[in-house]
């Protein structure tokens, strides 16, 4: 149960940090 | 310090996970750029599990008598290191874009070198899922050798 739990946090924090680094532009300035 | 221990692996992980989802070439420069930064927090990580973790073993928990006696504890420390020496290929990689990237210039990526650094992310992914399954193991007393 251990690594089910353990595999489960490491995956939905994997997905979060997925989901952040997608949801970007892609220029790194806005333009005024 | 097994917050600090938790706390680098999760970010180790979503470093990782990071990392497949935005090497997906033709890459722009500004994609380019966030790949050799996430692969930068990537390595921190990893070096603050590894430090962390050691001195977990040594000065914390149950000892460094019961860890290097147990073949869980080995395997886990086994597929973290293969899994370090693995990650060496991509890394390699995305600093080799450095020059053209200062130029201004996104990076030219060949299909068989896109495929071998998938396949090293991939290969770091199923030694995380090893290195889970061993921690569960000997957190519980398994593998003790006597």
Not at chain 1, 4 to 19: K, M, Q
Not at chain 2, 92 to 107: D, E, H, I, Q, Y
Request: aromatic share 12%; net charge positive; glycine share 6%.
């Amino acid at each position: 149960m251990a690594f089910l739990h353990h595999l489960a946090a490491f995956t939905l924090v994997a997905a979060l940090a997925v989901e952040v680094a997608l949801f970007k532009p892609l220029q790194e300035v806005f333009a005024p | 310090m097994a917050f600090l221990h938790h706390l680098a692996a999760f970010t180790l992980v979503a470093a990782l996970a990071v990392e497949v989802a935005l090497f997906k070439p033709p890459l722009t420069v500004v994609q380019a750029r966030r790949l050799q930064r996430t692969d930068l927090i990537f390595g921190v990580a990893a070096v603050v599990v590894l430090v962390v973790g050691m001195l977990r073993v040594a000065f914390f928990e149950k000892g460094p008598g019961y860890y290097w006696r147990d073949a869980f504890f080995l395997i886990k420390l086994g597929a973290f290191i293969l899994a370090a020496l693995i990650s060496i290929y991509p890394t390699v990689t995305f600093l080799s874009w450095s020059k053209a990237l200062r130029a201004g210039a996104a990076p030219e990526i060949a299909e068989a070198h896109t495929r071998s650094v998938r396949l090293c992310m991939m290969l770091e992914l199923t030694a995380i899922i090893v290195i889970l399954g061993c921690a569960a193991l000997m957190a519980r007393g398994f593998g003790y050798l006597r």
